[in-house]
């Protein structure tokens, strides 16, 4: 297996409200015919599809997929570009969970959640700058 992720997917209730959610974030659709609703990312595709459906091509009950500690994590290149970014994410229905605040580790971050509980981490990681294409490598490129 090669270290990497090819697609993210969420499952959710409300297609059309997380959808328009991440569109008013100034994400790009993807045209799907399958159901899926996709944004394609750098390298890879954050895919939104109905929680039933999902369930079902697990082989599972909806119910017990229920909701797992992962955080999604969105890395930008300064303190003021995190801040307003969960401004605007709060403005598109987002709960902001975590106002930006210095972090322990030596930067500065917040989290926020999606109209369907996924949760993001908005960042600035200063030992991890992002590629001119905004890429992300930890401890950064060199």
């Known amino acids: 297996m090669?270290?990497?992720?090819?697609l993210i997917t969420l499952g959710v209730q409300d297609m059309a409200n997380t959808a328009a959610f991440y569109e008013r974030l100034g994400w790009a659709?993807?045209?799907?015919?399958?159901g899926v609703v996709a944004f394609d990312l750098i390298g890879q595709t954050l895919g939104l599809y109905p929680l039933d459906a999902?369930?079902?091509d697990i082989g599972v009950a909806p119910g017990t997929l229920g909701r797992g500690?992962?955080?999604l994590a969105?890395?930008?290149r300064s303190k003021e570009e995190v801040d307003e970014l969960m401004q605007r994410a709060e403005a598109a229905g987002?709960?902001?969970?975590?106002a930006p605040q210095e972090a322990f580790w030596g930067g500065y971050h917040g989290y926020f959640a999606d109209p369907e509980g996924a949760i993001w981490e908005v960042a600035f990681n200063p030992f991890s700058p992002l590629?001119?294409?905004?890429?992300f490598c930890w401890n950064g490129y060199g």
């Open 2 to 6: 090669e270290q990497r992720v090819s």
């Open 94 to 98: 987002a709960t902001v969970l975590k």
């Open 74 to 76: 969105h890395n930008l």
């Open 69 to 71: 500690a992962v955080t």
């Open 54 to 56: 999902l369930a079902e």
């Open 131 to 135: 590629a001119e294409d905004g890429a």
């Open 29 to 34: 659709r993807v045209e799907s015919p399958d």
